[in-house]
């Protein structure tokens, strides 16, 4: 763990695996909210020839990558907002056509294909430089500080288009924004997951976080949480068993989501079985039935036999009562229902 912490090149790759585990989840929420799920991937393609170009003319390559990404991400939502191409048919086009691209430029390199380019497509912790840290910090500022800015504005045009058309919002260049944002995620990662695997830290953390989450926020508090666990988690796993980084950091994702499914599985057919429980319950409470009686919301629960029992229907819901201020399974953070906008 000490050697780990203290070789230069592990520190820049766990900065940059810092960064991409912040950003790509927060980027990657709304994504999964406007069902474009696999639009990293597609911009990870474009990139590809933005690399390829900086390989073979010796340009910086996250610089070419980065504008390559930006012009596709531009020209998708143009099409799509002109309507004259179905979206499918203009994400194909782009993106396959941003792969071929690639391929065909890397090879006229005068030596072939240059040995670093795997580096890019999957991932590597060795290939992580000091200069790509500050590159991957200005870009990461840039990508939490617009959502920031946007965050209400992004979240109405991604929950519901039309309406946001509807009360006036600017909703082609909020979508620009969105898939510009997405094509900066894309080579903020490249050098840490791939830009084969980046639409994975940015979808799975958030499919997880959904599983777990009672609202859109709060969602995106657990979709974040599990980015960073998974980023950095798998670069520290990587470098003792000597895997690839990018590789590495979406098993881990996965296998955090899988986990997550299980887990709340299991948990619901508990509260299934509470619930019928419940619902055999014979006793009537009521103000002189002798129990104690706790305000929740807009009822009142009655303590009995170590549980929480609330009318419900004809019947009474069994809530937990470890402690009696302490929040039942139906309570968000501040003690009331909420409700799940994704």
């Known amino acids: 763990?000490?050697?780990?912490?203290?070789?230069?090149?592990?520190?820049?790759?766990?900065?940059?695996?810092?960064?991409?585990?912040?950003?790509?989840?927060?980027?990657?929420?709304?994504?999964?909210?406007?069902?474009?799920?696999?639009?990293?991937?597609?911009?990870?393609?474009?990139?590809?020839?933005?690399?390829?170009?900086?390989?073979?003319?010796?340009?910086?390559?996250?610089?070419?990558?980065?504008?390559?990404?930006?012009?596709?991400?531009?020209?998708?939502?143009?099409?799509?907002?002109?309507?004259?191409?179905?979206?499918?048919?203009?994400?194909?086009?782009?993106?396959?056509?941003?792969?071929?691209?690639?391929?065909?430029?890397?090879?006229?390199?005068?030596?072939?294909?240059?040995?670093?380019?795997?580096?890019?497509?999957?991932?590597?912790?060795?290939?992580?430089?000091?200069?790509?840290?500050?590159?991957?910090?200005?870009?990461?500022?840039?990508?939490?500080?617009?959502?920031?800015?946007?965050?209400?504005?992004?979240?109405?045009?991604?929950?519901?288009?039309?309406?946001?058309?509807?009360?006036?919002?600017?909703?082609?260049?909020l979508n620009i924004v969105l898939a510009v944002l997405t094509a900066t995620t894309v080579v903020v990662a490249m050098r840490v997951v791939g830009l084969l695997l980046i639409s994975a830290l940015m979808i799975v953390p958030n499919a997880a976080g959904q599983l777990l989450a009672r609202s859109f926020t709060s969602g995106l508090r657990w979709a974040v949480a599990i980015g960073l666990v998974s980023a950095v988690g798998g670069v520290f796993v990587s470098y003792p068993l000597d895997t690839p980084s990018g590789g590495t950091i979406v098993v881990l994702a996965v296998l955090i989501y899988i986990v997550t499914a299980v887990s709340m599985a299991v948990v619901g057919r508990l509260r299934q079985r509470r619930h019928e429980v419940a619902e055999s319950h014979e006793h009537e409470h009521g103000p002189e039935c002798g129990h104690e009686a706790i305000p929740h919301g807009d009822h009142v629960d009655y303590l009995h036999d170590g549980h929480r029992h609330a009318a419900h229907q004809g019947h009474y819901d069994e809530h937990g009562a470890d402690e009696y201020g302490a929040l039942s399974r139906d309570d968000g953070p501040t003690g009331q229902d909420e409700e799940v906008s994704t």
């Open 1 to 173: 763990m000490l050697e780990i912490l203290t070789t230069d090149f592990m520190q820049r790759a766990l900065i940059a695996a810092l960064l991409v585990g912040l950003v790509a989840p927060m980027v990657g929420i709304f994504l999964v909210q406007r069902r474009l799920s696999l639009i990293g991937d597609g911009m990870g393609h474009v990139a590809l020839a933005g690399v390829a170009i900086g390989l073979v003319t010796g340009l910086e390559p996250v610089l070419t990558a980065l504008a390559g990404a930006v012009l596709a991400a531009v020209a998708i939502e143009l099409l799509r907002a002109r309507g004259r191409t179905n979206a499918d048919v203009a994400l194909g086009v782009i993106f396959y056509g941003g792969i071929a691209a690639g391929v065909v430029i890397i090879s006229k390199a005068p030596e072939g294909t240059p040995a670093n380019l795997v580096s890019y497509l999957f991932g590597s912790i060795l290939t992580t430089r000091t200069s790509d840290v500050w590159v991957f910090l200005v870009l990461a500022l840039v990508i939490m500080g617009t959502l920031w800015v946007l965050w209400p504005r992004l979240f109405a045009v991604a929950n519901d288009e039309e309406y946001a058309r509807a009360v006036g919002l600017p909703v082609l260049p």
